[in-house]
T-cell receptor
Framework: NAGVMQNPRHLVRRRGQEARLRCSPM?????VYWYRQLPEEGLKFMVY????????ESGMPKERFSAEFPKEGPSILRIQQVVRGDSAAYFC???????????FGPGTRLLVL | LAKTTQPISMDSYEGQEVNITCSHN???????ITWYQQFPSQGPRFIIQ???TKVTNEVASLFIPADRKSSTLSLPRVSLSDTAVYYC????????????FGSGTQLTVLP
């Protein structure tokens, strides 16, 4: 059973460009979570989604950030008009249900030049 | 969510048993205690989860006293590859919708 997959693993963008990060949950998992980790810090929750629904986006910046988890395909975290402060590792996790353990992907490292 | 306190760092030698203690004085009745391990440039990896007393799996043991205000992750006979950051998390139903990661404990295993 493949684990959580994220791509790309590394992404370089210039200020003002858009970044799209993809997450494919573990097989059978319909709950997806996105976290951001700044250098030398712990992970910070961003958003929790189920198929086609955003359940909790309390950790998402109010502007430029959006997330979706369509009926078919991976979950997408989209960052518009990136700034240098968006440089971080973005991790996706998935679970079987909201009460089950979250399993993390390898992360996408975003570098904004 | 209950706040947790862990040592910032610990050093150990290969073959030794390592115990990392986490304080969670404000743990709620329905909170579980979960430990994750994170290697550099990788996502956190689930290690173990418990509610009370003792839980053991193939990787580690988790000791939780009766008052549940602290917990201890025990790693038997560590190796160099156990060098990582270990996070203690507390939340309801074993895995809160949003996991709250603290700074974790940097464990360094020396040869």
């Amino acid at each position: 059973n493949a684990g959580v997959m994220q791509n790309p693993r590394h992404l370089v963008r210039r200020r003002g460009q858009e970044a799209r990060l993809r997450c494919s949950p573990m097989k059978g998992h319909s709950h997806v979570y996105w976290y951001r980790q700044l250098p030398e810090e712990g992970l910070k929750f961003m958003v929790y989604l189920q198929k086609e629904n955003i359940i909790d986006e309390s950790g998402m910046p109010k502007e430029r950030f959006s997330a979706e988890f369509p009926k078919e395909g991976p979950s997408i975290l989209r960052i518009q008009q990136v700034v240098r402060g968006d440089s971080a590792a973005y991790f996706c996790a998935s679970s079987l249900s909201y009460q089950e353990t979250q399993y993390f992907g390898p992360g996408t490292r975003l570098l904004v030049l | 969510l209950a706040k947790t306190t862990q040592p910032i760092s610990m050093d150990s030698y290969e073959g030794q048993e390592v115990n990392i203690t986490c304080s969670h004085n404000n743990i709620a009745t329905n909170d579980y205690i979960t430990w994750y391990q994170q290697f550099p440039s990788q996502g956190p990896r689930f290690i173990i989860q418990g509610y009370k007393t003792k839980v053991t799996n193939e990787v580690a043991s988790l000791f939780i006293p009766a008052d549940r205000k602290s917990s201890t992750l025990s790693l038997p006979r560590v190796s160099l590859s156990d060098t990582a950051v270990y996070y203690c998390l507390v939340g309801p139903s074993g895995s809160a919708r949003q996991l709250t990661f603290g700074s974790g404990t940097q464990l360094t295993v020396l040869p």
